[in-house]
């Protein structure tokens, strides 16, 4: 935990010092990014709001996802973590988004999306990127895994974007 929150730290830092915000928008990590990033003192000056969309339902009524993309593609699916980003950044009116939806197991595996699939999405208004990784582990390692990845990669991003005047 004490990396994550060294993670969540840094980020917060930037975009404290940018005067940008950041928000999430999270199925099988259930609130978790959110959490850590809420580990640091004063983050509220950075971070206002988060959208836990476990269900379908939530992922289409809390942050647009369309239900063409779900059916199209499934919960876990680029398309539909690009749609959660950019629905987030748009609900929260936040600089940054970053959506995770994955397959933390131990069931609902399958030989196409098996137990650790998580996909990624991370948006900001000049657009999203997104990625798909697959960890090892048990529930706790892959949830661990995700949040871990979530928050080096906009880290990473945060370091190389300059703010916009």
Known sequence: ???LVKLATQ????????????????????GGISYVLTEVAGSSAWFERAFVTYSNDAKREL??????TLVDHGAVSEEV???????????????FALAVSGIA?????SEEK??????????????????????????????RNTIAHSLCRLLSYLESEKPEQ
């Open 1 to 3: 935990m004490e990396q």
């Open 11 to 30: 980020i917060g830092e930037r975009l404290k010092a940018s005067n940008q915000t950041v928000t999430t928008a999270e199925s099988c990590t259930g």
């Open 63 to 68: 942050v647009g996802v369309a239900t063409d």
């Open 81 to 95: 973590v690009a749609e959660m980003a950019a629905g987030a950044l748009k609900e929260a009116n936040a600089d």
């Open 105 to 109: 197991g131990p069931t609902g595996g």
């Open 114 to 143: 098996p137990v650790g699939m998580v996909c990624f999405g991370w948006a900001t208004r000049k657009g999203t990127v997104t990625e798909t990784c697959l960890f090892d582990g048990d529930r706790h390692e892959i949830r």
